[in-house]
DNA sequence: CTGTTAGCGCCTTCAA
DNA sequence: TTGAAGGCGCTAACAG
């Protein structure tokens, strides 16, 4: 591959005045300026970043991080950090982690590797690996965590103000007239399944309604197991609850499936709600209540906190954002009558 | 940042023995090996990729463009080309284009620049850049082409086997008894939307039905936007079709709003099929007959193409591998009473 | 303005 | 088995 001394050979001038010309740094003449062009044409030259990174000691590169970029919210993260990144000449890579513990320190370690100045991070639904996260902060590669915030770890975060929006949610169904209400989650060992929980029981708590652990199911992120235990709980219930909340995506397809399965109409025979969005929920019949989560905010924020810490390089200490979410009102959780 | 050097003074030995350590490659007695370690650690050392790469000319990671991540089809694609560069030790760094020519062009240069040995390509919806291509192979960056194939540009290509799935998706319709079938085609500028369509009259053709111009509808792949289009041409035919075929996913939920809206029920007033699956499909009411893609296998073996021609560093012919598409029979189709 | 040159951090001969 | 040294391609001083 042609290489920049080629190029001044060709053009009959030095490599420092072709680097001129590429990075657009110091003046040259224009007869020079057209030779060179002329000739990076011809021999198809393309710089070598590579090498350019290595001099330079950057790469305006940085990397992201997601469980699984098949989950319809992941995309629309990366979405907004890819355009804040490119806004301010950074590239971003993005690579899945397949939600694996082991993966992630890989992955960690491989973009550590390769010099990234900067790392978003979905945390996989593992114990975050908060040595490992530390020393690369230390090391002076900034690191924000999205959607998934690790406890007692002093890092960026940005995340959605779970609890206030599942409360919302929970009052609209309350406000329709729903009373005995089950929620589904996902594993309550993740932060976001918890607070939302909390989000529920305070909604609870404000409309005088008293809280039913018998009414708390928890499950996992996937579709059809969360399937089968709506089945073994809906069997095992006394008297269906009267609506359902679900805490996550998947887990809300697992539990509209379940109800399809078990012949229940929504919203004739139950009401239900989520968090997250459905992707097509506007051809589900009926429609979805929904709580939309702003995903690609989230990625762009999140871009946002971590170009700052690579400008300031200041060392101020973390801060955690909580993004709004917004209640999408559907016909599954129309007032009870 | 740890270097290498500092990794030597500390453990008392030589860079060139450090550096066997870390790679492997020549015997090192064990006490060095263990001081070796022992420096590393202390020092939170991690080799320089950068560096790497720039002395040893490969960098050992490949790109993939794709249209639009948050489109379901192309996440699984990065999926399956992601598994297999993985086993073979490849990075993968996932790139969007935003369907966008321009970016498309940019995004190359810029893999080209970071020096990937191969790229995996699903060409923007404009006019295949087949230059910057033809001189990316030339300059011994494999390239492959995935799903969308260009026309006379020698590169090899991973696609679906478009008019076959199409007849059999057609042939089946027929054989439930419609017999006006309309179909809703993204822009048939896109080789995939136009072999779908000579699929669909081959079937005609094969069952004896005359092909009515009047009913392929040319469409774009936003959902609204096909919505509206169907909508106008609903209103203008002359008597609604018994039936609709759509050929993408995008395109397969403006139809189905637009049915919707047109209140004709599916299948009770009209059949419905398309290619693409529909993420959620199996909660939609009916359950949609659907071409699905074998989007993970269309990774997979791109992937596998592209890796063989780093290897074998072959100058074979371009091959296009065409792969076979299932039909997933739902409600949606239901025979024709 | 233009040319020359010293490394960036690492791997890889080649000697010892 | 270990150490020393050259150079990958490029940028950024600095000297002319």
């Known amino acids: 591959m042609a290489t920049i001394k080629k190029v001044a050979e060709l053009a009959g001038v030095s490599v420092g005045t072709v680097s001129n010309v590429i990075t657009g740094g110091a003046m040259v003449s224009e007869p020079l300026r057209v030779k060179v062009a002329a000739a990076i044409r011809e021999l198809n030259y393309h710089p070598n970043f590579v090498a350019r990174n290595l001099k330079t000691q950057r790469t305006r590169t940085v990397g992201i991080i997601v469980p699984d970029m098949t989950i319809p919210f992941f995309p629309q993260v990366i979405a907004g950090a890819e355009s804040v990144a490119r806004k301010a000449g950074y590239f971003l890579m993005a690579v899945n982690s397949g939600d694996d513990g082991a993966r992630q320190r890989e992955l960690l370690s491989l973009l550590r590797a390769q010099r990234v100045e900067g790392i978003l991070l979905v945390l ?22 999205l959607d998934r915030v690790p406890d007692y770890l002093g890092v960026d975060s940005v995340c959605v103000q779970n609890a206030a929006a599942t409360r919302m949610a929970i009052e609209h169904l309350i406000g329709n007239g729903y009373r005995r209400i089950a929620i589904a989650t996902g594993p309550l060992a993740l932060r976001n399944e918890s607070e939302r929980l909390t989000g529920y029981r305070e909604a609870l708590h404000n409309a005088g309604l008293t809280f039913e652990p018998s009414l708390v199911w928890e499950g996992n992120l996937r579709p059809d197991a969360v399937c089968e235990m709506c089945i073994c709980r809906l069997t095992r219930c006394l008297g269906s609850p009267e609506a359902i909340f679900s805490t996550n995506g998947p887990t809300a397809l697992g539990v509209l499936r379940a109800l399809r399965r078990w012949s229940l109409r929504v919203p004739l025979d139950i009401g239900f709600a989520t968090f997250d ?61």
């Open 124 to 145: 996989a639904a593992a114990e975050p690996p908060s040595d490992q996260i530390l020393r690369m902060i230390e090391a002076g590669v900034a690191v924000v965590c």
């Open 277 to 337: 969005e459905l992707t097509v929920d506007d051809l589900l019949e009926p429609s979805i209540t929904t709580v939309a989560q702003p995903a690609f905010e989230i990625g762009s924020r999140g871009a946002e906190l971590l170009l700052n810490r690579l400008r300031s390089k200041d060392d101020a200490p973390a801060r955690t954002l909580a993004v709004e979410a917004n209640l999408r009102i559907g016909e599954s959780s129309r007032r009870r009558t």
